[in-house]
T-cell receptor
Framework: SQQGEEDPQALSIQEGENATMNCSYKTSINNLQWYRQNSGRGLVHLILIRSNEREKHSGRLRVTLDTSKKSSSLLITASRAADTASYFCATDQGAQKLVFGQGTRLTINP | GAVVSQHPSRVICKSGTSVKIECRSLDFQATTMFWYRQFPKQSLMLMATSNEGSKATYEQGVEKDKFLINHASLTLSTLTVTSAHPEDSSFYIC??????????????FGEGSWLTVV
């Protein structure tokens, strides 16, 4: 399978805490993207980091990329109950298609 | 912003029948659309790449005669699940690439379609 791994598979934290999710992939990439999915819904694009970038910020989101380790992390700071969702990384390996990781189910407890 | 619409959002069909799911890009043209399948609590698996005006490209293990894809216009791709069986019950999601948008090559996802085969 070309799919990467995400860890943890599930994460439960208290509101206000930071949440960190990790993603590893197997092949060279053009960019890596993070998506959010609420239960039974479509995907929402969160952030894209290119292969020549190491860190990117967007609001409460911080993404890092280490191409030598083929890994990325997503940090959500000051979590809110509304952040409860599944989070997926996806690698753009060229040929105009994304390969998704297994996802992390994040639960923010009020 | 750009929107991708899927229809129907939910469908129940009898085993052995065929079901068509539509994916439309509402305010941009998409020469390429992608179809994914997602089983409960699992990730998205790419099924095929839908190319406007040409045959779809299927991923390994996906039966092209069972999952028919038609990309007849720059804003519409359809996925038809033929002779559906209960194991085809899943969440099907499409995405479309807006190559001309401000963000360039941004991918937008539809809201998905729940298929239940009984």
């Amino acid at each position: 399978s070309q799919q990467g791994e995400e860890d943890p598979q599930a994460l439960s934290i208290q509101e206000g805490e930071n949440a960190t999710m990790n993603c590893s992939y197997k092949t060279s990439i053009n960019n890596l993207q993070w998506y959010r999915q609420n239960s039974g819904r479509g995907l929402v694009h969160l952030i894209l980091i290119r292969s020549n970038e190491r860190e990117k910020h967007s609001g409460r989101l911080r993404v890092t990329l280490d191409t030598s380790k083929k890994s990325s992390s997503l940090l959500i700071t000051a979590s809110r109950a509304a952040d409860t969702a599944s989070y997926f990384c996806a690698t753009d390996q060229g040929a105009q298609k994304l390969v998704f990781g297994q996802g992390t189910r994040l639960t923010i407890n009020p | 912003g750009a929107v991708v619409s899927q229809h129907p959002s939910r469908v129940i069909c009898k085993s052995g029948t065929s079901v068509k799911i539509e994916c439309r890009s509402l305010d941009f043209q998409a020469t390429t659309m992608f179809w994914y399948r997602q089983f409960p609590k699992q990730s998205l698996m790419l099924m095929a790449t839908s190319n406007e005006g040409s045959k779809a490209t299927y991923e390994q293990g996906v039966e092209k005669d069972k999952f028919l894809i038609n990309h007849a216009s720059l804003t519409l791709s359809t996925l038809t699940v033929t002779s559906a069986h209960p194991e085809d019950s899943s969440f099907y999601i499409c995405s479309a690439r807006d190559v001309q948008g401000n963000a360039g090559n941004t991918i937008y996802f539809g809201e998905g379609s729940w298929l239940t085969v009984v």
